[in-house]
Protein backbone atom coordinates (compact mmCIF):
# COMPACT_ATOMS: atom_id res chain seq x y z
CA UNK A 1 0.00 0.00 0.00
CA UNK A 2 2.79 2.17 0.82
CA UNK A 3 4.70 1.91 -2.03
CA UNK A 4 1.46 2.88 -4.01
CA UNK A 5 1.16 6.06 -2.37
CA UNK A 6 4.92 6.96 -2.74
CA UNK A 7 4.47 6.17 -6.37
CA UNK A 8 1.73 8.84 -6.79
CA UNK A 9 3.18 11.13 -4.60
CA UNK A 10 6.84 10.93 -6.66
CA UNK A 11 4.90 11.08 -10.26
CA UNK A 12 4.00 14.76 -8.89
CA UNK A 13 7.51 16.27 -8.12
CA UNK A 14 7.62 16.18 -12.19
CA UNK A 15 4.24 18.06 -12.51
CA UNK A 16 5.38 21.90 -13.65
CA UNK A 17 3.94 23.31 -11.04
CA UNK A 18 5.22 25.03 -8.30
CA UNK A 19 2.61 23.97 -5.38
CA UNK A 20 2.02 20.45 -6.81
CA UNK A 21 5.93 19.75 -6.85
CA UNK A 22 6.80 21.48 -3.79
CA UNK A 23 3.69 19.38 -1.79
CA UNK A 24 4.95 16.12 -3.43
CA UNK A 25 8.90 17.20 -2.18
CA UNK A 26 7.70 18.17 1.06
CA UNK A 27 5.58 14.78 1.48
CA UNK A 28 8.52 12.55 -0.08
CA UNK A 29 10.65 14.30 2.55
CA UNK A 30 8.61 13.28 5.32
CA UNK A 31 8.13 9.73 4.45
CA UNK A 32 11.16 8.94 4.04
CA UNK A 33 12.71 11.02 7.25
CA UNK A 34 10.33 8.99 8.55
CA UNK A 35 11.25 5.39 7.23
CA UNK A 36 14.63 4.84 9.64
CA UNK A 37 14.37 0.80 9.15
CA UNK A 38 14.62 1.72 5.31
CA UNK A 39 11.58 -0.79 4.67
CA UNK A 40 10.38 1.71 1.45
CA UNK A 41 13.53 1.25 -1.39
CA UNK A 42 15.08 4.18 -2.62
CA UNK A 43 12.68 5.80 -6.01
CA UNK A 44 14.55 5.62 -8.93
CA UNK A 45 17.52 7.58 -10.86
CA UNK A 46 14.72 9.77 -12.64
CA UNK A 47 13.82 11.18 -8.99
CA UNK A 48 17.21 11.45 -8.24
CA UNK A 49 17.80 13.31 -10.44
CA UNK A 50 14.48 15.37 -10.48
CA UNK A 51 14.89 16.22 -7.05
CA UNK A 52 18.79 17.69 -7.96
CA UNK A 53 17.52 19.72 -10.69
CA UNK A 54 14.86 21.52 -8.38
CA UNK A 55 17.77 21.60 -5.72
CA UNK A 56 20.14 23.38 -8.33
CA UNK A 57 18.13 24.98 -10.51
CA UNK A 58 14.84 26.69 -8.65
CA UNK A 59 14.31 30.11 -7.94
CA UNK A 60 12.16 29.54 -4.44
CA UNK A 61 14.26 28.57 -1.43
CA UNK A 62 11.78 26.33 0.21
CA UNK A 63 11.86 24.29 -3.20
CA UNK A 64 15.52 24.48 -2.79
CA UNK A 65 15.78 23.26 1.09
CA UNK A 66 13.43 20.91 0.50
CA UNK A 67 14.86 19.00 -2.36
CA UNK A 68 18.23 19.44 -0.82
CA UNK A 69 16.20 17.72 2.35
CA UNK A 70 14.84 15.03 0.02
CA UNK A 71 18.33 13.93 -1.30
CA UNK A 72 19.60 14.26 2.33
CA UNK A 73 17.53 11.32 3.08
CA UNK A 74 18.81 8.92 1.28
CA UNK A 75 22.56 8.83 2.70
CA UNK A 76 24.28 5.89 2.40
CA UNK A 77 23.06 4.37 -0.70
CA UNK A 78 25.82 2.10 -2.82
CA UNK A 79 27.56 4.76 -4.55
CA UNK A 80 26.99 3.40 -7.93
CA UNK A 81 22.91 3.52 -6.89
CA UNK A 82 22.74 6.64 -8.75
CA UNK A 83 25.09 8.54 -10.75
CA UNK A 84 24.80 11.95 -11.72
CA UNK A 85 25.78 13.79 -14.60
CA UNK A 86 26.58 17.63 -13.51
CA UNK A 87 27.71 20.60 -15.98
CA UNK A 88 30.93 22.13 -14.89
CA UNK A 89 28.61 25.00 -13.08
CA UNK A 90 26.45 22.74 -10.95
CA UNK A 91 29.69 20.96 -9.90
CA UNK A 92 30.89 24.63 -8.71
CA UNK A 93 27.25 25.44 -7.32
CA UNK A 94 27.50 21.68 -5.29
CA UNK A 95 31.16 22.40 -3.98
CA UNK A 96 30.34 26.07 -2.78
CA UNK A 97 27.09 24.63 -1.22
CA UNK A 98 29.31 22.04 0.75
CA UNK A 99 32.58 24.22 1.96
CA UNK A 100 30.36 27.81 2.45
CA UNK A 101 26.84 26.52 3.56
CA UNK A 102 24.50 29.56 3.44
CA UNK A 103 22.19 30.47 5.95
CA UNK A 104 19.50 31.48 3.89
CA UNK A 105 18.16 27.94 4.25
CA UNK A 106 16.25 26.91 7.34
CA UNK A 107 17.19 23.36 6.54
CA UNK A 108 20.64 24.36 5.65
CA UNK A 109 22.55 21.22 7.60
CA UNK A 110 20.24 18.85 5.24
CA UNK A 111 20.93 20.71 2.52
CA UNK A 112 25.00 20.51 3.03
CA UNK A 113 24.29 16.64 3.36
CA UNK A 114 21.54 16.36 -0.11
CA UNK A 115 24.95 17.84 -1.62
CA UNK A 116 26.96 15.84 0.08
CA UNK A 117 24.95 13.09 -1.25
CA UNK A 118 25.38 13.86 -4.97
CA UNK A 119 28.90 14.97 -4.67
CA UNK A 120 29.77 11.33 -3.25
CA UNK A 121 27.44 9.41 -6.33
CA UNK A 122 28.80 12.06 -8.86
CA UNK A 123 32.37 11.36 -8.38
CA UNK A 124 33.37 14.64 -10.18
CA UNK A 125 32.70 17.45 -7.23
CA UNK A 126 35.70 16.46 -5.39
CA UNK A 127 38.60 14.05 -5.21
CA UNK A 128 37.98 10.97 -2.40
CA UNK A 129 40.47 12.46 -0.22
CA UNK A 130 38.60 16.42 -0.08
CA UNK A 131 34.96 14.04 -0.21
CA UNK A 132 36.08 11.84 2.67
CA UNK A 133 37.17 14.87 4.77
CA UNK A 134 33.92 16.66 4.09
CA UNK A 135 32.21 13.77 5.71
CA UNK A 136 33.90 12.97 8.53
CA UNK A 137 33.58 16.83 9.20
CA UNK A 138 29.58 16.31 8.57
CA UNK A 139 28.96 13.46 11.06
CA UNK A 140 29.83 15.94 13.67
CA UNK A 141 26.98 18.35 12.36
CA UNK A 142 24.23 15.60 11.86
CA UNK A 143 21.24 17.73 12.39
CA UNK A 144 20.26 17.06 16.27
CA UNK A 145 17.72 15.63 17.76
CA UNK A 146 17.32 12.26 18.03
CA UNK A 147 16.10 10.16 16.47
CA UNK A 148 17.39 11.03 13.18
CA UNK A 149 21.09 11.80 14.19
CA UNK A 150 22.65 8.10 15.06
CA UNK A 151 20.63 7.16 11.77
CA UNK A 152 22.13 9.51 9.43
CA UNK A 153 25.20 9.51 11.67
CA UNK A 154 25.68 5.78 10.62
CA UNK A 155 24.31 6.41 6.81
CA UNK A 156 27.85 8.88 6.36
CA UNK A 157 29.99 6.33 8.19
CA UNK A 158 28.67 3.85 5.80
CA UNK A 159 29.39 6.70 2.65
CA UNK A 160 32.81 6.17 4.18
CA UNK A 161 33.21 2.72 4.27
CA UNK A 162 32.25 2.81 0.53
CA UNK A 163 35.32 4.55 0.09
CA UNK A 164 38.69 2.52 0.17
CA UNK A 165 41.14 3.95 1.31
CA UNK A 166 40.66 7.20 1.31
CA UNK A 167 37.61 6.89 3.42
CA UNK A 168 39.17 4.38 5.94
CA UNK A 169 41.62 7.14 6.53
CA UNK A 170 38.71 9.81 7.79
CA UNK A 171 36.81 6.69 9.62
CA UNK A 172 39.82 6.03 11.40
CA UNK A 173 40.01 9.72 12.37
CA UNK A 174 36.80 10.40 12.92
CA UNK A 175 37.17 6.92 15.82
CA UNK A 176 39.38 8.58 17.07
CA UNK A 177 37.97 11.76 18.00
CA UNK A 178 35.53 9.40 19.83
CA UNK A 179 38.15 8.77 21.90
CA UNK A 180 39.07 12.26 22.72
CA UNK A 181 41.73 12.95 19.26
CA UNK A 182 40.61 15.42 16.82
CA UNK A 183 40.29 15.07 13.04
CA UNK A 184 42.36 17.17 10.55
CA UNK A 185 42.89 16.87 7.42
CA UNK A 186 42.49 13.40 7.79
CA UNK A 187 45.37 13.26 10.57
CA UNK A 188 44.93 12.60 14.00
CA UNK A 189 46.10 15.24 17.06
CA UNK A 190 45.24 14.68 20.63
CA UNK A 191 42.85 17.39 22.15
Do not use: C
Not at 43 to 55: A, E, H, I
Not at 73 to 95: A, C, F, K, Y
Not at 144 to 154: G, I
Amino acid sequence: MVLGIMEGIMRHIFVDNLAVHLAAVFALTLIWYNDRDHQIPPPLPSVFDRLLMLRLHSTHQIIIGWSGTALAMHLGLLRNTWVPTLSDVEVQQIRISIEKPEDRFRLKEYVVLGDLMVAFHAGTVFSDDELAKHLAQAIKSVPQPPPDSASMQQQVVSMLEQMGEAGSKYLKAVKEKKKGTSVTSGKTVKN
